[in-house]
């Protein structure tokens, strides 16, 4: 038995997130066997009749135990018939263990998790302004509650006031903490985490029982689980099929009797034939390989709504992804300084490095870095200037700069350096215009570097500003495009600089100067094409392409708005995650396919076992069809029955892992699993009913 | 020549005659159904009837419309038949008794035409041309409507609407039953099959007792007997009647009718989907499973042992002289690979394996190519079952010609699937459970299990073709095949069609490099293997039991 222990869950404390994920999940056989011991008490509690009649294939196992068991009973001197009566009540077992196997695995989490929810006392305050204490239980939406270092925040909400960090690890598994502030994408809190400084007052959005740990703790424990739309379709057909091989078996009867084989075929015997045609291997294993999908997404710290969304991300044919963050990095960097004529590199150099001293964004800094490092201006400190005043980059203007020793430097956006330089009574030269142009056609963003000296403003130069694709990022669109899947990049940029960028990034198409609506517009264009698409998004703008999306994936570090319009969350918020849900959801498809391929090719192996067993008496010939010389009439029934029962056993690692994917296109996959599936489930039965037979042919009454 | 070798010669003919007809026939066909225009003679018909040839119906519509159409097809073939006796044109022949006058109704209407009344015996000029020869031109246009209905199912996208029933009814008779009846009924009186209206004659004294011969319009009904996948002879010996198959050359024209359409209209599929290539996928399927079983029916029956085989020189017994075993064989794997039912030998007295073959042809469905109509339907049902497995292991939810197959659509395929074999193992059973039914049969054992066998999975499946043996003019079997016949053919059309309708309402999902591609090989290969895995499983204890006892005991 030791050799078909599926493979457990990882020992690492049940922490969610990357702690979980770091410990792949290869341990050692004893823990396999302890898990599986462990799900037994499930196991045994889900033999209800009312839960298995869900699983139809299932069900007929559990009618057949129980019709075995009555008629073994009315014949105890039997040991063929308890033989049989206790395999197939194994079966039914090994089904349910199977399924709680995949169901403990989120059954830790669960426990994590419901810690970091109980006995959390809030601050409301009152109309008035006065705080009350009451717990969060009592929290009702549109509450104000205050928060402050140490505090665990009582219920999901938006932050109205203040700035605080916040410790997000009982829901996300990073330690370290982030910031969340009133106002932008950047207000959303989540009930259980802690404040770890500062103030803050949070409305709460979500009522009790329904917050996001809540949903996640349901979510791990799979009590939400709803069958989906394939899971349905393929239930129907493993059905039609069972229902086919009732007629086979209990036709068989009269059949039997007409050939004057009645003798051999017992209802134990037809009982037994009939658990091992129908599709008991897929049957058993349905469920787990559903939730050990979801299981797959949650140890990717990612959180789907539905079954029916992780489906939807293995059917997905166009993935819009965000420029920033995703496809580059998430900041652009200064490339090159480029003088207008009759100004030399260094000076241009060494203008934008002043200006940019006060410039605490990151492209500030890189164009500090950049005179520094390749253009070796010496280093400069603002204290060195103790008259200067430095004036910050802010979003509104655009610019920063110095005014120091009658100078007045500036460097910014195109737009609002011209702007500046006009108004300071400067002209801007053809060439200025010339530079910004090209700088923009190759896809970069020209910052223009100005200075006012002597009651005259004028253009020294520009700055070269570069998107940095993120590396392997051009392999990964690659694969994609094997596996029949558009990229399209979207980004605010104007379409010159769109298209560099999508060509250097390989991406198949670019929306570029994308609105909201813009993007909402792609998508519905692309689904009115029978398209699926996914997306990732965290601002409230992005809320409604996430509904519309058909896979939303929502950063937990946005907007309570655009969480609740996407149909996944990752706690990680990396969008580029997208490409690994869609291959979630493929091989979800891919395992149930592919255990339903060897479940059916299975049968063959059983008919060459089973018919030659109850004919070959009454028609000799028949026994030509014993291929596997098979010892006994009886060891062949009890091989295959056993073969059948182990066989779900051996393969529950299978359904919990899933299937490899490959990045392929459909006809390689096809060919592989067809071959690995189809065919080595055509083989394998014959040489595994043989083996139990040898083995049971040693034993004194069956060989 | 060595009868091998001819056998081969025979195939080979019967390949290149349908090569050269398929493309031709598969467009005109795909024409047909899709042009706007109307003859004069369909306009005639369309207002004698009362229809709007230029309304669309929805799947309910249109079947409402098969339904009616045939429920009428078989009160007024029953009358026929339960009057005959006081009608002219009857050659003296009484009227039918109710229960063989209702089998017979089912049998011509279902586009089975099992006949368990011998033609020359019981079957007047008005019963035979007036009625079940008329039969034989509309039943097959249904199957061809369903079919076109079906496809219409893929081809469309955001509607319900599958097209016109009335329409389509008409015109598989007016432009492709008709014209090609006509030429085929004057090759085969060229061949020797007769053509006339003459009365009974008395031809000269034999085993002491006078002997009868009637003549009639023979060549007529013969080809559409076999171009409309029909299979009810004229005569009780089918084709292997001299004056409905004279000779060898007749006979693989025969043969060549039987298969004509059913090949052809897998063209009609690709050119009304927008592919050829999609129907050169199903055609690959089709053929393959052709082949091997004319091939292994063809071992078989040349590999007969024994001394009394080597005395005929094979396998001769309950085969034409004239036929020998490769056109015999030939014959017997078109007829039930198609839902015709036709013989021109016994197959009952083909060896074991062979009538496994014949049997395990019409198990597959009749798919390979199947009934007119049918066959297509019935194969496309299967390919959306293999889709299914297939599309899964690619890793996205299964879709077919840009369809996705979700519950809706598997529920149906599946009820498709659960219906005949529901009917043949269901009543085999009852018969052999029976004392009356399972004394019927002229063997006992293996052999006798399966003659019953034979006639349940040829009426189910509509096919009709006797393995002989067994006594089916009861009023058990009259009943209980005819039941199966009406069932076997109307039930999988309700799923068929509410299928199509389910389909036809879908926005189509375009392909990408992810899709599984099911005009390549590999998808034929797992179209044949489902096809074989499906039929294998529901089949192999009965088969076993049956043929298969039989022919491992040789």
Known sequence: MSTTTPTPTPVSPPVPGPAADAAPATPGRGSGTRRLLAALPDAVRKLDPRVMVRTPVMFVVLVGSVFTTVLALREPGDPFGWAITVWLWLTTLFANLAEAVAE????????????????????????????????????????????????????????????ASVDESAVTGESAPVIRESGGDRSAVTGGTRVLSDRIV??????????????????VEGADRQKTPNEIALTILLASLTLVFLLAVVTLKPFAMYAGADGRTSLVVLTALLVCLIPTTIGALLSAIGIAGMDRLVRRNVLARSGRAVEAAGDVSTLLLDKTGTI??????????????????????????????????????????????????????????????????????????????????????????????????????????????????????????????????????????????????????????RMGIRTVMITGDNPLTARAIAEEAGVDDYLAEATPEDKLALIRREQAGGKLVAMTGDGTNDAPALAQADVGVAMNTGTSAAKEAGNMVDLDSDPTKLIEIVEIGKQLLITRGALTTFSLANDVAKYFAVIPALFAAAYPSLDRLNVMRLASPESAILSAVIFNALIILALVPLALRGVRHRAAGADALLRRNLGLYGLGGLVAPFIGIKLIDLLLSLLPGIG | MSPVLAGILQLLALVVALGLAYRPLGDHMARVYTSSRHLRAERWIYRAIGADPDSEMRWPAYLRGVLAFSAAGVLFLYLLQRLQGSLPGSLGFVSIDPDQAFNTAASFVSNTNWQSYAGEQAMGHLVQTGGLAVQNFVSAAVGMAVAVAFVRGFARSRTGELGNFWTDLVRGVTRVLLPLSVAGALVLVACGTIQNFSGVHEVGRFLGGTQQWNGGAVASQEVIKNLGTNGGG???????????????????????????????????????????????????????????????????????????????????????????????????????????????????????????????????????????????????????????????????????????????????????????????????????????????????????????????????????????????????????????????????????????????????????????????????????????????????????????????AA
């Not at chain 1, 989490?109 to 109980?118: G, K, P, S």
């Not at chain 2, 009861?474 to 095949?481: A, E, G, K, S």
Request: aromatic letters at 6%; charged letters at 15%; a neutral charge.
């Open chain 1, 328 to 481: 580059t990095l998430g900041n652009r960097r200064a490339a090159a300084f480029l003088p207008v004529r009759g100004v030399t590199e260094a000076e241009v150099a060494e203008a934008a490095q002043l200006s940019s001293l006060a410039d605490e964004t990151p492209e500030g800094r890189s164009i500090v870095a950049l005179a520094h490092g390749t253009y070796r201006v010496g280093e400069r400190h603002p204290d060195e200037l103790p008259h200067a005043t430095w004036i910050a980059f802010s979003a509104r203007t655009r610019m920063s700069g110095v005014d120091a020793g009658g100078r007045r430097i500036r460097k910014g956006a195109a737009g609002s350096v011209l702007a500046w330089v006009e108004e300071h009574g400067g002209t801007v030269p053809g060439d200025a215009r010339e530079l910004t142009d090209r700088i923009a056609a190759a896809g970069g963003t020209p910052l223009l570097v100005a200075v006012e000296d002597a009651g005259r403003a004028r253009v020294l130069g520009v700055i070269h500003l570069k998107d940095v694709v993120k590396e392997g990022m051009r392999a990964r669109f690659g694969e994609l495009r």
């Open chain 2, 234 to 552: 004229y005569f009780n010996a089918n084709s292997a009647h001299p004056f409905e198959n004279p000779n060898p050359v007749s006979n693989l024209f025969q043969i060549f009718l039987i298969l004509l359409v059913p090949v052809a209209l897998t063209r009609t599929f690709g050119r009304m989907v927008g592919s050829v290539r999609q129907g050169y996928a199903i055609l690959a399927t089709t053929g393959v499973i052709w082949l091997v079983l004319t091939a292994l029916m063809l071992t078989t029956e040349f590999a007969g042992r024994g001394p009394a085989f080597e005395l005929a020189g094979g396998a001769m017994e309950g085969k034409e002289t004239r036929f020998g075993i490769a056109g015999s064989s030939l014959f017997a794997v078109a007829t039930t690979l198609t839902s015709t039912g036709a013989v021109n030998s016994f197959h009952s007295s083909f060896t074991g394996f062979g009538g496994g073959i014949a049997m395990l042809g019409m198990q597959l469905g009749e798919i390979a190519p199947g009934g007119v109509g049918s066959g297509l339907y019935g194969m496309l049902i299967m390919a959306v079952v293999a889709v299914f497995l297939a599309g899964l292991m690619v890793g996205r939810t299964p879709e077919y010609l840009g369809r996705k197959i979700g519950s809706r659509e598997i529920t149906h395929a599946a009820c498709y699937l659960l219906v005949t074999p529901a009917l043949v193992l269901g009543l085999t059973a009852a018969s052999v459970s029976l004392d009356g039914p399972a004394g019927a049969t002229t063997n006992t054992g293996a052999h006798g299990f399966s003659e019953i066998l034979y006639a349940y999975t040829s009426a189910a499946h509509n096919n009709g073709s006797a393995f002989a043996g067994l006594h089916a003019d009861t009023p058990w079997f009259n009943t209980t095949l005819g039941i199966a016949m009406l069932l076997g053919r109307f039930l999988p059309m309700v799923f068929v069609l509410a299928l199509a309708g389910s389909l036809a309402r879908q926005v189509p999902v375009p392909a990408t490099a992810g899709t599984l591609r099911t005009e390549k090989p590999l998808f034929s290969g797992l179209l044949a293997g489902t096809v074989a895995i499906v039929a294998g499983l529901t089949y192999f204890p009965a088969l076993a039991l049956g043929p298969l006892a039989e022919g491992l």
């Open chain 1, 104 to 163: 403990g695995r989120g059954k830790a989490q669960a426990d994590t998790l419901r810690r970091a929810r109980t006995g959390t006392v809030a601050r409301r305050l009152t109309p008035v302004g006065t705080e009350e204490k009451v717990p969060g239980t009592d929290l009702r939406v549109g509450d104000r509650v205050v928060c402050e270092a140490g505090d665990v925040i009582p219920g999901d909400g938006d932050v109205v006031e203040g700035v």
């Open chain 1, 202 to 219: 949070v409305t709460i959005t979500a009522r009790p029982g329904e917050t996001f740990i809540d949903r996640m703790i349901r979510l």
